[in-house]
Antibody, heavy 118, light 112 residues
Framework: EVQLVESGGGLVQPGGSLRLSCAASGFAFSNYWMSWVRQAPGKGLEWVAN????????YYVASVKGRFTISRDNAQNSLYLQMSSLRAEDTAVYYC???????????WGQGTLVTIAS | QSVLTQPASVSGSPGQSITISCTGSSSDVGGYNYVSWYQQHPGKAPKLLIYEVTKRPSGVFNRFSGSKSGNTASLTISGLQIEDEADYYC????????????FGGGTKLTVL
């Protein structure tokens, strides 16, 4: 089955760190760009970052640049998002997505909730 | 404060047609044919409905169609069904800054 499964979410204090993972299966992971998209409670979608097939290019939304790092392990069919210096406004459900760049995101995971609170 | 502007809500009756607009600029919607649309039911992940302005992925009903004129893209849903009630988001490639993908703020579709 073609799917993406995120993990690693949880409750973290402001200023803390967290690493999200996304396990891909059922397709040739190394052939695709991959993205992270987040959705704050009751709010819309916000694209966070994406990474090229061979990790040679990475892009970030301005609000997370310097704090978040996207990476991938093609041998493990896995995508990661290392988040540091976390703020309350980073609270959201984080989705990983298969990115048919620059066209769009054609496959989404179920999401993992990240809550930043003291 | 989304880069792309969508109406907050639209409504229609079963069987009717509705259109959701998505307005950007020449740096995104108007400059590239890389507009996509997503449907999201409450508590669920988004689903790709339309890509490259007018194309439908396999499995998406032809009741969903996309178009673009200038800096505004549109999603039209014909023959509305109860299960179409959901949030809809547009997205586009963007040549501005380091963020190559932007989303609209979303539109809540109510099927009365």
């Amino acid at each position: 089955e073609v799917q993406l499964v995120e993990s690693g979410g949880g409750l973290v204090q402001p200023g803390g760190s967290l690493r999200l993972s996304c396990a891909a299966s059922g397709f040739a992971f190394s052939n695709y760009w991959m993205s992270w998209v987040r959705q704050a409670p009751g709010k819309g979608l916000e694209w966070v970052a994406n990474i090229k097939r061979d990790a040679s290019e990475k892009y970030y939304v301005a609000s997370v640049k310097g704090r978040f790092t996207i990476s991938r392990d093609n041998a493990q069919n896995s995508l990661y998002l290392q988040m540091s210096s976390l703020r309350a406004e980073d609270t959201a459900v984080y989705y990983c997505g298969r990115d048919i760049s620059p066209t769009g995101i054609d496959l989404w995971g179920q999401g993992t909730l990240v809550t930043i609170a003291s | 404060q989304s880069v792309l502007t969508q109406p907050a809500s639209v409504s229609g009756s079963p069987g009717q047609s509705i259109t959701i607009s998505c307005t950007g600029s020449s740096s995104d919607v108007g400059g590239y044919n890389y507009v996509s649309w997503y449907q999201q039911h409450p508590g669920k992940a988004p689903k790709l409905l339309i890509y490259e302005v007018t194309k439908r992925p396999s499995g998406v009903f032809n009741r969903f169609s996309g178009s673009k004129s200038g800096n505004t893209a549109s999603l039209t849903i014909s023959g509305l069904q109860i299960e179409d009630e959901a949030d809809y988001y547009c997205s586009s490639f963007s040549s501005v800054s380091t963020a190559p993908r932007v989303f609209g703020g979303g539109t809540k579709l109510t099927v009365l």
